[in-house]
């Protein structure tokens, strides 16, 4: 089985840059897509980025688009969320997820593991 540990997650003010990192154990780490979802209080949990288990291929949604970016690490297997340019908006738990499968990378239901999540704050 595949364990998953979210860190990196912080206060910081609107505008201000984090990086998320997900750290994979106990399994296969390259037979795994790896996506960030995050939750609000009150909110469904939803997809922020996905990146595919070969050939690295990302998907975002579309409030975060240009700027965050997903990056692995298969060596170190590592996933990371670069976040800039923050908004209150971003305030939320983050969680990373792997999936063997699933055509729709938003749907938390194609998720096998999930890691505990990292909370965000973005307040002034």
């Known amino acids: 089985q595949l364990q998953l540990v979210e860190s990196g997650g912080d206060l910081v003010q609107p505008g201000r840059s984090l990086r998320l990192s997900c750290a994979a154990s106990?399994?296969?780490?390259?037979?795994?897509?790896i996506a960030w979802f995050r939750q609000a209080p009150g909110k469904e949990r939803e997809g922020v980025s996905y990146?595919?288990?070969?050939?690295?291929?990302?998907f975002y949604r579309d409030s975060v688009k240009g700027r965050f970016a997903i990056t692995r690490d298969s060596a170190k297997k590592m996933v990371y969320l670069q976040m800039n340019n923050l908004k209150p908006e971003d305030t939320a738990v983050y969680f990373c997820?792997?999936?063997?499968?699933?055509?729709?990378?938003?749907?938390?239901?194609?998720?096998?593991?999930w890691g505990q999540g990292t909370q965000v704050t973005v307040s002034s």
């Open positions: 997820g792997a999936a063997r499968g699933g055509s729709s990378w938003w749907l938390r239901k194609n998720y096998d593991y």
């Open positions: 106990g399994g296969i780490f390259d037979y795994y897509a």
């Open positions: 990146i595919s288990s070969q050939d690295d291929i990302t």
